[in-house]
């Protein structure tokens, strides 16, 4: 039999009302999908709409330009007018340490709304939305539980470091969504190939002989725009496009073995490195047209180095070249980033909430008292944030004992957006660099959650007692979220109100 063709009829010794699929191996490639659609659409779209609700309220407070908006959102008006980041003195485009798309993003709402805080800042919220958007489809289609779908959309929404960077003109939050869109196009791949299998092995594929039809893999190539789309904001999103390369392997490489194929790891290679230089490709082409304004440019920062430096500068192959000397010129910039800064702090701080940004404060408001402060401090949600440490050991412990496949992509995720900053010591970070991880620790507290309330076929006693539980963790985070509202949004409040709120004292001032 071809390895490239399937016979679709069944075998002619086998029974028409018999089941060719083993019902273990049918269990093993079905995706867990909630059946429970019209109420999975609601709680989506409730849970959406709060979110967005709180990210868009008060959304031009505080006035002006606050923290790294005072470069981000001035580059994407000048890029608007000169399609580069400009240097207005200089009358040329500006050198910038960062590709330009997540300022694309930032001029489209300028574009639309006009350059002024509700411009500048509504690009961002969409983002944020998109993700808890995201997130909650996600969690439902890993955990096949739209309760805990729910819940991650919840405790995204209700995350002050999440809120805050969604009502901030800075970059992360373009970083975080592109990032978890292509993990979700990475699952729902992963879903697809098990459904092709099944059909396969329903219609009497041997898998020790054939495979199924080749097919074009959609959401393989969409995951590629998407990583691209994240590199053309933030570099940093490479370590994600490693982490989706070894999914897919482990991944494709599982189902083989799971489906009976005899040669699993040598045809996994033979029929994956293909598409994967696809998803590679893709990534590379989607990153370079996120930069069409410097190449229709002749002003941005290096747009014309071989000319400047004596060289001959042929048609593509001399723009592309200059672009790379760009990229090479940043990059030492970025490993040579070690100057001081009050809110800089390290990965090992990240987990433990132990150092947040200010990004605006003021003492000159009024608040009815005499002395009064306001304050929008990058600060996560405590009792969620200081839930993650918890959450990822019960989540390793799961990952091992079930052999997991959800969990161990879960902590990649995690592991892909904090781990590498540990290898830059002396280089200057901040608190915001973790959130592309946020999401991934987000469904890790709500996979420990959902061990709580226990596995479906527990008792209903079991499964009772554990929601409760669960529901009053939700509640408690929820009431810890609205205590430091004021200091996510910059309310102005007696200043003893503030301190109060300073739980970890000068770590937090």
């Known amino acids: 039999m071809s390895s490239a063709a399937v016979d679709e009829r069944p075998p002619a010794s086998t029974p028409a009302d018999a ?12 995706p867990r999908v909630p059946t429970d659609r019209l109420r999975g659409w609601i709680t989506v779209a409730i849970v959406t709409a709060f979110g967005a609700a709180l990210r868009l309220v008060g959304l031009t407070h505080p006035k002006g330009l606050i923290f790294d908006e005072v470069y981000y959102a001035q580059d994407a008006h000048q890029m608007l007018a000169h399609g580069v980041e400009w240097n207005v003195d200089a009358a040329t485009g500006s050198y910038v340490a960062h590709p330009p798309l997540g300022k694309w993003c930032i001029a489209l709402g300028e574009w639309l709304f006009g350059y002024g805080e509700f411009g500048w800042r509504i690009s961002s919220v969409v983002a944020g939305v998109v993700s808890i958007l995201l997130v909650t489809l996600l969690t439902r289609r890993l955990t096949g539980s739209t309760m805990l779908g729910g819940a991650a959309g919840l405790l995204m929404s209700m995350d002050g470091l999440h809120l805050v960077l969604s009502r901030t003109a800075l970059l992360d939050v373009f970083v975080m969504v592109f990032v978890l869109g292509a993990f979700y196009c990475v699952v729902l791949d992963r879903d697809a190939r098990r459904a092709r299998w099944l059909r396969a092995l329903e219609n009497g594929l041997d898998p020790s002989r054939a495979r199924p039809h080749r097919s074009v893999r959609w959401w393989r190539v969409a995951a590629g725009v998407m990583s691209g789309l994240a590199m053309g904001v933030k570099w940093s ?16 490489w ?22 994967m ?42 723009p592309l070249y200059n672009l790379w000397q760009y990229h090479l010129d940043v990059l030492e910039f970025h490993e040579t980033l070690t100057s001081e800064h009050t809110y800089q702090s390290w990965p090992w701080e990240w987990m433990f909430n132990a150092r947040p940004v200010a990004f605006f404060w003021s003492s000159d408001v009024d608040c009815g008292a005499a002395r009064c402060a306001s304050e929008v401090l990058l600060l996560g949600t405590p009792l969620l944030w200081w839930a993650f440490v ?16 959800r969990g161990w992509a879960i ?24 959130l592309p991880a946020e999401p991934f620790l987000v469904m890790a507290v709500v996979f420990a959650l959902g061990m709580i309330v226990g596995p479906a076929q527990a008792s209903p006693e079991r499964r009772l007692a554990g929601a409760l539980v669960v529901g009053g963790i939700v509640i408690l985070i929820a009431l810890c979220f609205a205590y430091f509202w004021p200091l996510y949004t910059g309310q102005p409040m007696p200043y003893d109100d503030w301190h109060h709120r300073m739980w970890l004292d000068s770590r937090w001032i």
Request: glycine share 8%; proline share 6%.
């Open 411 to 434: 902590l990649g995720g995690v592991f892909a957006g904090i781990a590498p900053w540990l290898m830059y010591p002396e280089r200057t970070m901040f608190f915001f660099y973790t």
């Open 254 to 275: 599982r189902l083989r073995r799971t489906a009976g194929v005899r040669h699993a790891a040598r045809d996994t290679f033979i029929d994956e490195t293909g598409w």
């Open 19 to 30: 089941d060719p699929v083993p019902p273990s191996l049918r269990l093993a490639l079905t």
């Open 277 to 318: 230089f696809v998803f590679g490709v893709t990534s590379i082409v989607t990153y370079l047209s996120t930069w069409w304004g410097w190449f229709a440019s002749d002003k941005g920062s290096f747009r014309h180095w071989l000319a400047e430096n004596g060289h001959d500068e042929p048609p593509v192959i001399g």
């Open 237 to 252: 999103a490479l370590w994600y496009i490693l982490l989706f390369i070894v999914l897919v392997y482990v991944w494709e």
């Open 390 to 405: 918890p959450a990822l050991i019960a989540l390793v412990w799961f990952s091992i004992v079930k052999r997991d496949w």
